[in-house]
Each structure stands twice: as C-alpha cells, then as structure tokens.
C-alpha cells in the first residue's frame, strides 16, 4: 500500500491510485460506488481497522489519518458507519470523532448494533442491557479462578458485554483454548453467546452482530453499493451481509485490513490492504476520487 500513500501526497503524482480488488464482485462493487457516491455506504470496524490493535483496548486511538481521510470522504458519500463491538461512546471517544466537520452524518454502531451514535444529535440511542450480562459479571472474577486461568488473563467491562482477554497471558494462545469451552457453557447458562476474536472471548446477548447492524442499516437508508472494511472474526457475519446484499443486487466490497491472525477474512476479502494505515490510504483515495 506504500505506493498508495505517496500517491495522494507527492505533487508529481496528483492523480490517486485505488488498488484493483482480486475478484469480479470487488471490482463491480468498487465500480458501483465510484459510479454512485451519493447512495454508497462506507461501513468500518474499530479496533484493527480504524485503530492499530494494542495490548491494551483502552489504550487504542484512531490511526492519526483516519479522522482527516472520513472527514474527507464522508460528504460524498449516503453514510460512513462504524461498526463495532465496543460501546458506541467509547468508539467515539478513541476515535476522536464528535464535532469534526465532515462528519456530520457519521454514525457508531456499538455493542454489534445494538448502541447506535449520531453524529448530527452527538447522542447514544440503546435497549435496555440484557438481565444475562451483570448476572456473568458477579460470577466471571471467581469463575476464572476456579478453572486456573493463566496469569495475565483480564476482564474488560464493555457494559452490555464482558471480553476475557488473554493477550497479556504468558502463552497467550494456550489461554484462549482453555478458556473457550467453560466461558461457553457460562454464557449459555445465562443466555448469552461467546463471540472470539483475536486473543479475546467476548460474552454478549444474542441476536445482534455486525451482520444485522449492517444489512439493517444500509437497507434503512436505501444504499446501492457497500464497503465493508474489517480485520477480526467479529467482522464475518458483515462480510456475510455484504456477500447477501450482492446477491440481491447491492454491489459491494469486502476489505480485509492484513492481520496473520484472521486468515478467514483475508481469503474471503476482495482487497486486503495493510493493516489501519492501508485502510487510511484506501479512504484518503477513493474521497480524491469520488
């Protein structure tokens, strides 16, 4: 993606350069959106799309282009969304994203859809928390204890989830597997859904992922074309949307930003790109050239 960034940057080289997706569906959903800017969605995850990934999610912020490249490109397109598993203040907070210019119609969905931020009203709308949630949370601390979790494993509080992350963990994979199968059987005592990612488990209600937030979203708005960029196996079920919007005649594109972690994402994605900084250089040229 290198070649990308000087692209826009470098005087001699004004004109920007989009990179060609692998397959026909990328290519027409590319087309689609290049054609139609007005009625195209730009749908986004956070953590390892937007913000590079860090051993602490607290810590995470937006690549230092990322609000200057939607900034950019957000009033030439129907709506750029972010779709996340965080709750959505949070995302907008590490994200820097109230009250910039451009980003007027920006909106967060957090919590899978389940939270949703507008940008145009700076306000969080949200269901009541499911009753399964802080039921987990008393039991999780001495349930970890119980079953000999690798030091190094923590609790994130997420509000309407809990994550168990094992990034910090001596062997963080071996973490990951012993954890799996007894978090499991805890969510489903409770009526709640283990959703992994990289290096963490997440305990959350059922019934909302990244899939439904978005196909509801971007038929609510009555979009022509999508383009989903994602980097974790949270973002499968979007790419799953993006796959049944095309076969209903949606063109779309389906993004991975490069992780060796998630190879599931980067053999179904049209384009992969490097990690948060490609996805910036991808966003800073299609706003030049929409």
């Given amino acids: ?10 005087p001699e080289h004004p004109a920007p350069t989009l990179p060609t997706p692998a397959t026909q569906a990328g290519r027409d959903g590319l087309a689609a959106i290049l054609a139609r800017p007005r009625s195209a969605v730009i749908a986004l995850d956070f953590d390892g799309t937007l913000a590079p990934i860090v051993p602490d999610p607290d810590q995470a912020r937006a690549h230092p282009q990322a609000v200057p490249a939607l900034a950019a490109l957000a009033p030439e ?82 509000g309407r989830s809990l994550a168990v992350h094992t990034r910090r963990a001596e062997n963080p994979q071996a973490a990951f597997e012993l954890l799996r199968e007894p978090l499991t059987d805890l969510a489903t005592r409770h009526g709640l859904i283990v959703e992994p990612g990289r290096m963490v488990l997440e305990l959350r209600p059922p019934g909302m992922d990244k899939g439904v937030a978005l196909l509801d979203y971007v038929r609510d708005l009555g979009a022509t074309s999508v383009l989903y960029a994602g980097d974790d196996l949270g973002d499968l079920p979007a790419f799953a949307a993006v796959e049944k919007l095309r076969s209903g005649g949606v063109p779309g594109v389906l993004v991975c930003s490069g992780s060796t972690e998630v190879t599931e994402l980067s053999e179904r994605a049209d384009l992969v790109v490097d990690g948060p900084a490609g996805v910036v250089a991808l966003l800073r040229n299609l706003a030049a050239s929409v």
Avoid: Q
């Fill in 77 to 158: 397109v129907a709506a750029v969304a972010v779709v996340t598993g965080r709750p959505a203040g949070v995302a907008v907070r590490h994200g820097g994203f109230a009250g910039v210019p451009g980003l007027e119609h920006l909106v967060v969905l957090g919590h899978y859809g389940a939270e949703r931020w507008d940008a145009a009203t700076g306000t969080v709308s949200a269901p009541p928390p499911h009753p399964g949630v802080a039921a987990v949370r008393a039991e999780l601390p001495g349930f970890l204890d119980r079953i000999g979790a690798w030091h190094g494993t923590w609790i994130e509080e997420k």
């Fill in 1 to 10: 993606m290198g070649s990308h960034h000087t692209d826009s940057t470098n």
